[in-house]
C-alpha cells in the first residue's frame, strides 16, 4: 500500500468491519511509535461502535497527552489485502491539536500483519 504523506506523516487507508457493518478509514496515521491502534469515536459510531457497560475503559498517553479510551473487539481489520480478524481497538476522542485523523495504526497491528515499511519507495507491505 502507498504511504501519503501529509504533515511530514505516513498515512494509509483501512477498512474496519465490526458486527458486520463495514467502514473505509482514510485518514489513518501509521505510527511505529504507537503501542496502540486507535479510532476516532464519532468516525467509527456510523458503524455502531458505541460505548457499552461491559466495555474496558482505560487511559492512554502520548504526546498530546493523556485520553480516556474504551476497547472494542472488530470483526476485521484490512489494511491493503492484508485481513486480521477479532483485532482489538482502542476508541477515543482523538483530539490532537488541529490533526483530523480516523485512527492510528499503531505498533500491535504492524507487529500482527508482520507489515514491512519501504520508506525509500513510499510503501508499506506484508511478505507472508
Known amino acids: 500500500m502507498n504511504l501519503n504523506v501529509n504533515l511530514g506523516l505516513p498515512f494509509v487507508s483501512v477498512t474496519v468491519m465490526f458486527r458486520g457493518q463495514k467502514l473505509k478509514l482514510e485518514r489513518v496515521l501509521l ?3 504507537s503501542a ?3 479510532f476516532k469515536a464519532d468516525v467509527v459510531g456510523a ?3 458505541v460505548p457499552e457497560s461491559k466495555d474496558v475503559v482505560d487511559s492512554i498517553r502520548g504526546v498530546g497527552g493523556i485520553e480516556y479510551v ?4 472488530f470483526d476485521t481489520i484490512e489494511f491493503d ?3 486480521i480478524g477479532n483485532f ?3 476508541i477515543g476522542s482523538m483530539e490532537y491539536g488541529g490533526i483530523n485523523l480516523d485512527g492510528i495504526i499503531g505498533f500491535d497491528f504492524i507487529r500482527a500483519a508482520g507489515l514491512i515499511i519501504d520508506s525509500v519507495r513510499m510503501l508499506a507491505y506484508s511478505d507472508s
Do not use: A, R, S
Request: with cysteine.
Open 81 to 83: 489485502g492484508i485481513c
Open 70 to 73: 474504551y476497547t472494542k473487539n
Open 47 to 49: 458503524i455502531g461502535v
Open 88 to 90: 482489538q481497538i482502542e
Open 36 to 38: 496502540g491502534t486507535i
Open 31 to 33: 505510527d511505529t511509535g
